[in-house]
């Protein structure tokens, strides 16, 4: 099983931007299509973005779309996602995960980043 590891979160003011950073161990993310999602206080953990094993297909949820960029560098074995135009609502626990498809099932997930914006 592919061990996840996010990196990247903090604390940004809105306007601003924050690249997370997803490591990934034990087998090379090629294997997989990769997501990111997201967990807001009070509220259910939702998709972000997802992408296929070889980034030739890409999903945004339309909250992001036009903010947010995933990418992924199957050599460093890590996806990216680049989150530009924060706003307070972007405010969340950010979570990585691998899964077969780009639309899941994701069974493997790291621990999480805390993205915080500030208004």
């Known amino acids: 099983q592919v061990q996840l590891v996010e990196s990247g979160g903090g604390l940004v003011q809105a306007g601003g931007s924050l690249r997370l950073s997803c490591a990934a161990s034990?087998?090379?993310?090629?294997?997989?299509?990769m997501g990111w999602f997201r967990r807001a206080p009070g509220k259910e953990r939702e998709v972000v973005s997802s992408i296929s094993k070889s980034a030739g297909s890409t999903y945004y949820a339309e909250p992001v779309k036009g903010r947010f960029t995933i990418s992924r560098d199957n050599v460093k074995n890590t996806v990216y996602l680049q989150m530009n135009s924060l706003k307070p609502e972007d405010t969340a626990v950010y979570y990585c995960?691998?899964?077969?498809?780009?639309?899941?099932?994701?069974?493997?997930w790291g621990q999480g980043t805390q993205v915080t914006v500030s208004s």
């Open positions: 995960a691998a899964g077969p498809t780009i639309s899941g099932p994701f069974g493997s």
């Open positions: 034990g087998r090379t993310i090629s294997r997989y299509a």
